[in-house]
């Protein structure tokens, strides 16, 4: 339970956060470690990593509906848009 999730994606382009946002407050937290939860269309999300890559892990992709409510279970704290994850 020591990282934060994040679910920087949306299905429409106004309802995300823009993503110099995301990257900003991954570097604002030095200490803290983020779990990035998204579709497999969303490249984008890999240049949140990018800013930190030691303490951003990258799940887009990789989890279905029962593994993403699980990430999100054992997180902190959910960081999410308008999005399903968001209704988890």
Known sequence: RDFLALAPSAAHALKRWPLDYWIRLVQSLPS???VI????????VD????AA?????????RCGLRESAAV???SRVLIANDTG????
């Open 32 to 34: 803290a470690r983020f």
């Open 72 to 74: 999100v279970a054992l």
């Open 85 to 88: 994850v968001l209704h988890l």
């Open 37 to 44: 939860l998204a579709g497999p269309a969303d490249q984008f």
């Open 47 to 50: 240049a949140i990593r990018l």
């Open 53 to 61: 890559p030691d303490r951003v892990v990258n799940l887009a992709g």
